[in-house]
């Protein structure tokens, strides 16, 4: 059995290279000391930024300057920690990263109220006498626009200064998930033994024997469900300080506190989740598909993962994957392949599983010097989506940091999900077209099949999920183990429907989902995924001037609002038009599988 290393075992060339942003953790520990002291410069803009427009200018270019500083040791800082989620000394650090945010923020807490406190005449006054502010307009913008959810000075201060309580309940999750918990080996009809881990869970779950899948499932579920009230309680957390700070900012619903701060309306939330629901019927023809081909009698949730085509599945390794991506993607130009190509030669990316890394896969945001990228490959189709999806993710970032200026560089979380899906998109519609084999063909629209089921169904189930425990955590409703699972397993009924047979063990899964921690995050997926779908068919039917627009947008930062950002590149998302029109290509998709079995 390949039995997981540990980290110092790991080939350093499969591993990001950090020194990139520090050389050493000296020189991480001497910067965090340094930033630490900037509180002092903040501080000392108290009082004083309505005098003029240069005094104004001079404490937004100071941001800039510790907001970059800053972005590196937090960036540096994380990603350690999540190379092995049990070593003490870089949770320590990450720890560390977060106080010196905390003790920053709090510092710069006055600034707010004194922005809202500018009169428009003497704000437009400033604009005219000096050019230079022109570009904090827009950041200036985004805090007025708040004007009735933003506090006193004082409770400003104190607001900051809870955030470091406030992350809490995902980190204790994280531990939980990431470091505490071990997982029983798992054999398979022929006696061999498979580590069971958070990581390999999906991947186990591929097989095609279908006992092996029912052992893997029970096995991780079981051991999830020893923890189930640990779990739940930090949920339960969670939406406490959702609830704290939604409340001290004069918002209605945690929902809303959360879509407002990137000028999203909640109409778009409820939109996707009715339009969803309206097409439902698509995805139980989709499990009806899939029972069929599986020729079963019952369809268990631990049968969605495994090909219905398994003789077309193939081993893609790390390079093979590296190179299909780089084809797929040339429709984009040769500038975006180059930097493509950078980031696979220079160690962006740290590759594999290793004991206590962080599990899934993320772009790490900051692209100063350059993003990076946390994968667990594990040589399947799948990894090689999660390259493209992940690199999506890092050129979005790129592209905006390169062309932005610091303040508006950082793009907000509706948007992000945009390109790392079209990437997916595009590769997909690639591996398409370049195959008559009908098996492979077969087994590639599954795959697509499967990513629609994913992202838009999936997701939106979890968006409506963590809808639901926002509403109870309002109405005073505590979120127990035993709630969560029953409103879990309800939810999946009205997902899978009738054709699905929902092991109990499934009420469980809410627990290994790391995403209800991000607030109201999830959503996003389907909505990213739906606009995906759309630019991507614009880009390989358009060509250039599509993929001039497209590069507008990922170079947008947060230049304006979301919903403007995503028209530039041809989709309108303040419509439920993309999400119906996603899920008429997953309906076409699923006809043209039909036909080819």
Same mark, same amino acid.
């Given at each position: 059995?390949?039995?997981?290393?540990?980290?110092?075992?790991?080939?350093?060339?499969?591993?990001?290279?950090?020194?990139?942003?520090?050389?050493?953790?000296?020189?991480?520990?001497?910067?965090?000391?340094?930033?630490?002291?900037?509180?002092?410069?903040?501080?000392?803009?108290?009082?004083?930024?309505?005098?003029?427009?240069?005094?104004?200018?001079?404490?937004?270019?100071?941001?800039?300057?510790?907001?970059?500083?800053?972005?590196?040791?937090?960036?540096?800082?994380?990603?350690?920690?999540?190379?092995?989620?049990?070593?003490?000394?870089?949770?320590?650090?990450?720890?560390?990263?977060?106080?010196?945010?905390?003790?920053?923020?709090?510092?710069?807490?006055?600034?707010?109220?004194?922005?809202?406190?500018?009169?428009?005449?003497?704000?437009?006054?400033?604009?005219?006498?000096?050019?230079?502010?022109?570009?904090?307009?827009?950041?200036?913008?985004?805090?007025?626009?708040?004007?009735?959810?933003?506090?006193?000075?004082?409770?400003?201060?104190?607001?900051?200064?809870?955030?470091?309580?406030?992350?809490?309940?995902?980190?204790?999750?994280?531990?939980?998930?990431?470091?505490?918990?071990?997982?029983?080996?798992?054999?398979?009809?022929?006696?061999?033994?498979?580590?069971?881990?958070?990581?390999?869970?999906?991947?186990?779950?591929?097989?095609?024997?279908?006992?092996?899948?029912?052992?893997?499932?029970?096995?991780?579920?079981?051991?999830?469900?020893?923890?189930?009230?640990?779990?739940?309680?930090?949920?339960?957390?969670?939406?406490?300080?959702?609830?704290?700070?939604?409340?001290?900012?004069?918002?209605?619903?945690?929902?809303?506190?959360?879509?407002?701060?990137?000028?999203?309306?909640?109409?778009?939330?409820?939109?996707?989740?009715?339009?969803?629901?309206?097409?439902?019927?698509?995805?139980?023809?989709?499990?009806?598909?899939?029972?069929?081909?599986?020729?079963?009698?019952?369809?268990?949730?631990?049968?969605?993962?495994?090909?219905?085509?398994?003789?077309?599945?193939?081993?893609?390794?790390?390079?093979?994957?590296?190179?299909?991506?780089?084809?797929?993607?040339?429709?984009?130009?040769?500038?975006?392949?180059?930097?493509?190509?950078?980031?696979?030669?220079?160690?962006?990316?740290?590759?594999?599983?290793?004991?206590?890394?962080?599990?899934?896969?993320?772009?790490?945001?900051?692209?100063?010097?350059?993003?990076?990228?946390?994968?667990?490959?594990?040589?399947?189709?799948?990894?090689?989506?999660?390259?493209?999806?992940?690199?999506?993710?890092?050129?979005?970032?790129?592209?905006?940091?390169?062309?932005?200026?610091?303040?508006?560089? *950082? $793009?907000?979380? !509706?948007?992000?999900?945009?390109? #790392? %899906?079209?990437?997916?998109? @595009? &590769?997909?519609?690639?591996?398409?077209?370049?195959?008559?084999?009908?098996?492979?063909?077969?087994?590639?629209?599954?795959?697509?099949?499967?990513?629609?089921?994913?992202?838009?169904?999936?997701?939106?189930?979890?968006?409506?999920?963590?809808?639901?425990?926002?509403?109870?955590?309002?109405?005073?409703?505590?979120?127990?183990?035993?709630?969560?699972?029953?409103?879990?397993?309800?939810?999946?009924?009205?997902?899978?429907?009738?054709?699905?047979?929902?092991?109990?063990?499934?009420?469980?899964?809410?627990?290994?989902?790391?995403?209800?921690?991000?607030?109201?995050?999830?959503?996003?997926?389907?909505?990213?995924?739906?606009?995906?779908?759309?630019?991507?068919?614009?880009?390989?039917?358009?060509?250039?001037?599509?993929?001039? *627009? $497209?590069?507008? !947008?990922?170079?947008?930062?947060? #230049? %304006?609002?979301?919903?403007? @950002? &995503?028209?530039?590149?041809?989709?309108?998302?303040?419509?439920?038009?993309?999400?119906?029109?996603?899920?008429?290509?997953?309906?076409?998709?699923?006809?043209?599988?039909?036909?080819?079995?």
């Amino acid at each position: 059995m390949n039995r997981t290393p540990l980290r110092k075992d790991v080939d350093p060339n499969d591993t990001w290279n950090l020194k990139d942003i520090f050389e050493s953790d000296e020189l991480w520990t001497a910067e965090y000391t340094a930033l630490l002291d900037q509180t002092k410069n903040l501080s000392a803009f108290a009082g004083k930024l309505m005098e003029n427009a240069e005094t104004l200018l001079a404490y937004f270019q100071t941001e800039d300057d510790i907001s970059l500083r800053l972005s590196k040791l937090y960036g540096y800082a994380s990603c350690k920690s999540d190379e092995d989620t049990g070593n003490a000394f870089y949770q320590d650090m990450r720890g560390k990263a977060i106080r010196v945010y905390t003790a920053i923020s709090s510092a710069g807490a006055f600034a707010t109220p004194e922005i809202l406190s500018i009169p428009d005449e003497t704000l437009q006054s400033f604009y005219r006498n000096c050019p230079a502010l022109e570009t904090y307009r827009r950041t200036i913008y985004t805090i007025r626009r708040r004007k009735e959810h933003i506090l006193s000075s004082e409770c400003e201060t104190l607001l900051a200064a809870a955030n470091e309580m406030a992350d809490t309940p995902d980190a204790i999750g994280s531990a939980l998930r990431n470091a505490d918990i071990t997982y029983p080996d798992v054999t398979d009809s022929n006696g061999e033994n498979h580590q069971l881990t958070d990581g390999s869970f999906v991947p186990l779950l591929e097989s095609a024997d279908q006992d092996f899948r029912k052992s893997v499932f029970q096995t991780y579920y079981k051991t999830i469900g020893e923890f189930k009230n640990t779990f739940a309680a930090t949920l339960n957390g969670q939406f406490k300080q959702l609830m704290f700070y939604a409340n001290a900012r004069k918002y209605r619903s945690t929902l809303e506190a959360a879509l407002d701060s990137h000028e999203i309306p909640v109409e778009v939330y409820h939109n996707l989740i009715d339009t969803v629901h309206a097409n439902l019927d698509k995805m139980y023809d989709y499990v009806a598909l899939r029972k069929k081909m599986l020729n079963t009698p019952e369809l268990h949730i631990y049968d969605v993962y495994t090909p219905i085509v398994p003789e077309a599945s193939a081993k893609i390794s790390f390079e093979e994957a590296k190179e299909t991506v780089l084809k797929a993607l040339s429709c984009l130009g040769e500038d975006y392949t180059d930097l493509l190509k950078q980031g696979f030669n220079n160690r962006w990316i740290d590759v594999y599983e290793n004991v206590g890394k962080r599990s899934g896969a993320y772009s790490s945001g900051n692209a100063y010097p350059h993003p990076y990228v946390l994968l667990n490959h594990k040589d399947n189709l799948d990894s090689m989506f999660t390259l493209a999806h992940e690199m999506g993710h890092a050129l979005h970032s790129y592209h905006s940091c390169k062309n932005q200026p610091i303040c508006t560089s *950082d $793009y907000v979380i !509706f948007v992000a999900e945009v390109a #790392s %899906t079209c990437n997916e998109v @595009l &590769l997909m519609r690639y591996l398409l077209k370049n195959t008559e084999d009908k098996k492979e063909k077969a087994y590639l629209i599954n795959h697509f099949l499967d990513q629609f089921k994913g992202t838009v169904y999936r997701q939106t189930m979890f968006a409506e999920f963590e809808l639901m425990m926002g509403k109870m955590a309002e109405a005073g409703e505590a979120l127990t183990a035993d709630i969560l699972c029953k409103k879990y397993k309800e939810l999946n009924e009205l997902y899978f429907g009738p054709d699905m047979f929902l092991d109990e063990e499934i009420a469980l899964e809410w627990a290994r989902i790391p995403h209800f921690f991000y607030n109201y995050y999830v959503f996003q997926y389907a909505t990213g995924f739906s606009a995906a779908v759309a630019i991507a068919n614009r880009i390989l039917s358009e060509g250039e001037q599509a993929v001039k *627009d $497209y590069k507008k !947008f990922l170079s947008g930062g947060c #230049s %304006t609002d979301p919903i403007s @950002l &995503l028209k530039i590149a041809g989709v309108d998302m303040s419509t439920p038009e993309p999400v119906n029109e996603a899920l008429k290509v997953f309906a076409d998709l699923l006809d043209e599988f039909r036909m080819l079995m």
